[in-house]
């Protein structure tokens, strides 16, 4: 039996490398005006189309020692990271879903779902400081829907959270923050619905706040200068996803009981 689970668990991570591969796909042809649907891989240094052998996910960076077959340019660290994640990320929404708070194949699917849109929303954003509605369009459809049929008091959370980041931008006259980020944190609302959204705007602006401190002071960025929320946003969201109500049941307890 434990054989058995650690095979359907190696199957489970492998699928989840897979789908990474597939993420940072979407990423980069999203912000190069290309299909995330047609045509190979290539190397985005000499065009050339990447062999079978050399896309396996992880494994071929592995093999490659990070170099592009032929023209011997480095290979981002990007790829890989964002593969192994994924598998990581694919692995525990299945096991904790499923087995540890014992919810339904539709919800596992679901919070599947959301953590690929919040893996590429945070790869895309950290990298090229876009949000692509190409992703963000089709999870909110799918999350209004999710929100109907099974939390509708979630679509009110989602309405407060774009309005509250429109005034943001509005008040910053879109230096701080962009039309992205407004999508997004209504995006958030309708996943986390309340308190979720309170718990992870939260997490997103004290993370966000300490990063950017930190890298000012390492001399990474300078002060004024922009750093994307649309990471901290993505991985607040994620984080509430699981454990908001669990961290808001602690607040509670520890502050006003």
Not at 37 to 62: A, H, Y
Not at 99 to 110: D, P, S
């Amino acid at each position: 039996m434990c054989v058995v689970n650690v095979l359907i668990n190696l199957i489970v991570f492998l699928l989840g490398l897979c789908v990474g591969s597939f993420l940072n796909v979407v990423v980069y042809r999203l912000n190069h005006n290309l299909s995330p649907l047609r045509g190979r891989s290539f190397c985005p240094k000499c065009k050339k189309k990447i062999l079978w052998q050399d896309n396996i996910p992880l494994l071929s960076f592995i093999l490659l020692r990070g170099r592009c077959r032929f023209c011997h340019s480095p290979i981002s660290w990007q790829y890989p990271l964002v593969e192994l994640t994924t598998g990581i990320l694919t692995l525990f929404t299945i096991y904790y879903s499923l087995f540890f708070i014992q919810t339904t194949f539709l919800v596992t699917g679901y919070r599947l779902l959301i953590t690929y849109a919040l893996i590429t929303i945070f790869v895309s954003d950290w990298l090229y400081q876009t949000i692509p509605d190409e992703v963000v369009y089709p999870v909110i459809a799918i999350s209004l829907l999710y929100a109907i049929l099974f939390m509708p008091g979630a679509i009110l959370a989602g309405l407060v959270a774009a309005a509250f980041f429109g005034l943001l931008v509005l008040a910053t006259r879109g230096k701080g923050m962009g039309i992205g980020d407004v999508k997004l944190a209504g995006l958030m609302g309708l996943v986390l619905g309340f308190p979720g959204i309170v718990i992870a705007l939260m997490l997103a602006f004290l993370t966000g706040a300490s990063v950017g401190v930190i890298l000012v002071v390492v001399g990474k960025k300078h002060f004024g200068e922009h750093i994307p929320f649309g990471p901290f946003l993505a991985s607040a969201t994620w984080v509430s996803l699981f454990w908001g109500q669990t961290i808001w049941q602690f607040y509670l307890d520890k502050f006003f009981i």
